[in-house]
């Protein structure tokens, strides 16, 4: 998250308001990619400017950005952070190292 949202306080007083600037998960044995899916459009509807959500089976990844749009990347492919995570790239395969 940006700075300048950084919560400063403790307890109750230290929760962020809103959603972070970037959110990752990753499918697994807990969730499904549908049920984390929804909740990518849950953090971009809180505030959310992107997020990520690794598929490490086929080893993909899904890009959501406000206001619903999806991008999804092969293995070989290269993701950048736009302007939310700027001068970072990587192949998508290199996320599952």
């Given at each position: 998250?940006?700075?300048?949202?950084?919560?400063?306080?403790?307890?109750?007083?230290?929760?962020?308001?809103?959603?972070?600037?970037?959110?990752?998960?990753?499918?697994?044995?807990?969730q499904?990619?549908?049920?984390?899916?929804?909740?990518?459009?849950?953090?971009?509807?809180?505030?959310?400017?992107?997020?990520?959500v690794?598929?490490?089976?086929?080893?993909?990844?899904?890009v959501?950005?406000?206001?619903?749009?999806?991008?999804?990347l092969?293995?070989?492919?290269?993701?950048?952070?736009?302007?939310?995570?700027?001068?970072f790239?990587?192949?998508?395969?290199?996320?599952?190292?």
């Amino acid at each position: 998250m940006r700075a300048e949202r950084e919560p400063q306080g403790r307890g109750a007083d230290g929760w962020l308001e809103g959603a972070p600037d970037v959110a990752v998960e990753v499918i697994g044995d807990s969730q499904s990619a549908s049920e984390l899916a929804k909740k990518a459009l849950e953090y971009l509807a809180a505030g959310a400017r992107m997020v990520w959500v690794l598929d490490p089976e086929p080893a993909r990844l899904m890009v959501f950005t406000p206001p619903n749009h999806l991008r999804v990347l092969g293995r070989d492919e290269l993701v950048d952070g736009g302007d939310v995570l700027p001068g970072f790239s990587c192949k998508v395969a290199d996320l599952f190292e």
